[in-house]
């Protein structure tokens, strides 16, 4: 029986995997187990009183978002296939010092940063750019290298669009001051609105998740419409619509549901 092209790997695929390996994701014993469990609890936790307080600036909120997860990224996954598995490296910890600096400066002086909007200074320049090689590193190692290759064709374009040959792709070009401060120094780049999306709806749903399968609650919802709808004809169905609708009278969301 031949296999249909649509279940065979691209060999794209098959090269990005050949090149970078898949993602390894360490598996942490002892102190830095019950560390990084604690951190990831502990934001979530601050997560969800930030937005049920609703006095949480949003500043904070993003800066504090980007802050947890790259920090978590660079615990749990390891920068190269020859890194320990089981606990992080030196470099990594430098990487979260550097991660703390570049957004805990972004938290504390947003404020003065919105004032100056347009006019960034060698304070900002420096953080924000080791906050854009910090974003590109975590999401080389938790994704590929694709997603922060693309990243930097676009910041290339920004910066050099006034030697590019044409009418079309050219442009008068932007400044790197310019363009650091706009992806740093604002809440128009890295803590744009995908940063406010991730906080304010998709952080909330993956925790709920997660809180649904540790006690059951997500179990139930699939077992008992199939209880209710099995004898019937039709009735997986009947079951997935009596489920999503069961989830979607928490979710109040018609996206988050489907």
């Known amino acids: 029986m031949s296999t249909s092209s649509s279940a065979r790997p691209s060999r794209f695929l098959q090269l990005l995997e050949e090149a970078e390996g898949t993602r390894a994701i360490r598996e942490f014993k ?30 904070t909120q993003r800066g504090g978002f980007l802050l947890a997860i790259l920090t978590l990224v660079f615990l749990r996954y390891p920068a190269t296939r020859a890194a320990p598995r089981d606990r992080p490296s030196a470099m990594d910890l430098v990487l979260i010092a550097v991660t703390v600096l570049a957004f805990g400066n972004f938290i504390v ?56 040959p044409g009418g079309v ?40 998740g997660a809180l649904f399968e540790q006690f059951g609650a997500g179990r139930f919802f699939i077992d008992l419409p199939v209880a209710l709808t099995a004898r019937y004809r039709g009735g997986p169905a009947k079951a997935a619509v009596v489920a999503s609708g069961m989830f979607g009278m928490i979710s109040g969301s018609a996206v988050a549901n489907t």
């Open 30 to 59: 002892g102190f830095w187990k019950h560390a990084y469990k604690l951190l990831a609890a502990t934001y979530s936790l601050l997560l969800i009183l930030a937005v049920l307080a609703d006095d949480v600036g949003a500043s």
């Open 109 to 164: 002086d947003y404020e003065n940063m919105a004032w100056r909007a347009g006019t960034a200074t060698t304070r900002d320049l420096v953080f924000g750019t080791f906050a854009i090689a910090l974003v590109l590193e975590a999401c080389r190692r938790a994704m590929s290298v694709v997603l922060p290759l693309l990243a930097l064709l676009m910041l290339a374009y920004a910066l050099l669009g006034q030697v590019l």
């Open 169 to 208: 792709l050219a442009h008068q070009g932007f400044g790197y001051s310019q363009v650091i401060g706009d992806s740093y120094a604002s809440t128009n780049g890295i803590f744009g609105f995908v940063a406010y999306v991730f906080i304010a709806y998709v952080m909330l749903f993956i925790i709920m």
